[in-house]
């Protein structure tokens, strides 16, 4: 053939099949548009994919699980809507962000802190002047135990309305004590014959759950519980003076605080070990708040506990102070006294590592509000740091302060751990606090809520 006539053959055949083609789109057009929307679509969904609109995101970071008890390096965590939206290996293209973008280098993430025993609610305006103590200071969640109903409420709407404005909050309005409350201030006193009212009042006003005190009787704990279980709310707070530990336990009373009564079963074996197995078997949990004990005896020695956040404190709490102060200052004049304040803290932090060793589940909280010179939000780190004094792991102390909450109030699936799809409550810190429990003190941001918060320094 020559190449004239093979030119001629190829012409002819282009012709043919160009016909073919045409004919074939005309009649299944239906068919090539759905092909080509198919394409389309796919396209669309590639490209947003690749140009997602993140609020921000923090590149390079090494996250720690306390959980899992490991830490992650070389992560990028993306940050949309108050939530985390994924977490990826981190490579270059990450850094390219702009201001989009936190420098995770050399940094680690924990989820956010949490204190389960202070007191914020006693006075209205502390919403502007701790709130952002306790954000400063990484604490992004407070179990308040115990002061005005209506202030919690309307700082529960505050936070509402905007959740990156103050720590999660959680609390049960007053105290519920006996006939003759110790703090008839912030107290209400329960009888025989009021205490369904009392209750009814309550739990129609959102509590998150009842704070029991001291004075309570045996009857009227008995009650509550009832109630608790008949309106899906728990119990928690001080063991009454007329009940034992384990029958607290038995009760179902969720959290123990300060361990006291407690100390009472210490010497007892059996009863410790009774105490011990009720509570594992009705899921309580216990929250030592070790450092009131160390306050206390720092202020008979008369220890200058000055810290700059005095000057934050409202006066009303530094009269407060003041007063506490010059009544418990100079037991060193008395050795028994003093003698007797360092024993009860002995036998405390010997309860604690007792229950640790035993697996029992624990929260960690420092009673501002409730103690003399326990600094809002500072005063947590002291409490991690007096666990790690006893020798606990520090990845168990992070658990303790950042995903035990979160069982507790049963919030897993929001809050707790840094991971897709919940809520973006973060700390980055500068120092690994898996080395020394301190670096948790060592802040670079911290983010509520998916917002980065302006901290006071």
């Not at 965590?77 to 050399?106: C, F, L, M, P, R």
């Not at 810190?429 to 429990?437: A, F, G, H, Q």
Request: glycine letters at 6%.
């Amino acid at each position: 053939m020559s190449y004239m006539q093979l030119k001629i053959t190829i012409l002819t055949l282009h012709k043919k099949t160009t016909y073919r083609i045409v004919k074939y789109l005309s009649v299944n057009r239906k068919l090539i548009s759905r092909l080509l929307y198919a394409i389309l679509v796919i396209v669309a969904v590639s490209c947003s994919e690749v140009k997602q609109d993140y609020d921000f995101t923090i590149y390079n970071i090494s996250i720690i699980d306390p959980v899992k008890k490991e830490t992650v390096p070389n992560k990028t965590i993306y940050i949309k809507d108050g939530k985390i939206a994924k977490i990826e290996d981190s490579n270059d293209n990450h850094k390219s962000n702009g201001n989009s973008s936190i420098d995770g280098t050399n940094k680690f993430a924990i989820a956010g802190l949490w204190n389960m025993h202070t007191h914020i609610c006693w006075k209205g305006d502390l919403n502007e002047t701790i709130f952002p103590v306790l954000l400063s200071y990484g604490i992004t969640g407070v179990r308040d135990m115990g002061g005005d109903l209506d202030i919690l409420n309307r700082f529960k709407k505050q936070l509402l309305d905007d959740p990156s404005s103050g720590p999660n909050l959680y609390g049960p309005g007053p105290l519920i004590d006996g006939e003759n409350p110790i703090h008839p201030d912030f107290s209400v006193a329960l009888t025989d014959q009021n205490y369904k009212l009392i209750l009814d009042s309550l739990y129609d006003r959102n509590i998150d759950f009842i704070k029991v005190y001291s004075l309570l009787s045996k009857d009227l704990v008995r009650q509550i519980s009832q109630y608790s279980k008949d309106k899906n709310i728990s119990f928690a707070g001080h063991i009454s003076e007329y009940i034992t530990p384990t029958e607290a336990a038995e009760l179902q009373q969720k959290s123990f605080e300060h361990l006291n009564r407690i100390e009472d079963i210490r010497n007892d074996s059996l009863a410790l070990k009774t105490f011990i197995a009720t509570v594992k078997a009705n899921n309580s949990w216990l929250c030592p708040t070790l450092l009131i004990y160390k306050r206390k005896i720092e202020i008979a020695q008369g220890k200058d506990l000055y810290h700059p956040l005095y000057d934050l404190i409202d006066e009303y709490l530094k009269n407060e102070w003041s007063q506490i102060k010059k009544k418990r200052e100079g037991a060193t004049s008395n050795p028994d006294k003093l003698e007797k304040l360092e024993s009860i803290y002995k036998e405390q932090k010997e309860l604690v590592k007792l229950f640790y060793k035993n697996n029992m589940q624990l929260l960690l909280g420092s009673d501002f509000g409730g103690m003399a010179f326990v600094y809002p939000g500072y005063s947590l780190h002291e409490e991690m740091a007096l666990m790690q004094e006893l020798g606990f792991d520090t990845y168990d102390i992070l658990k303790m302060a950042t995903y035990n909450p979160a069982v507790f109030f049963e919030l897993t699936d929001t809050h707790g751990q840094i991971e897709k799809g919940k809520v973006a409550d973060l700390v980055i810190l500068n120092t690994d606090p898996v080395s020394d429990i301190s670096n948790t003190l060592d802040i670079n941001t911290v983010i509520k809520s998916g917002k980065i918060v302006k901290r006071q320094k």
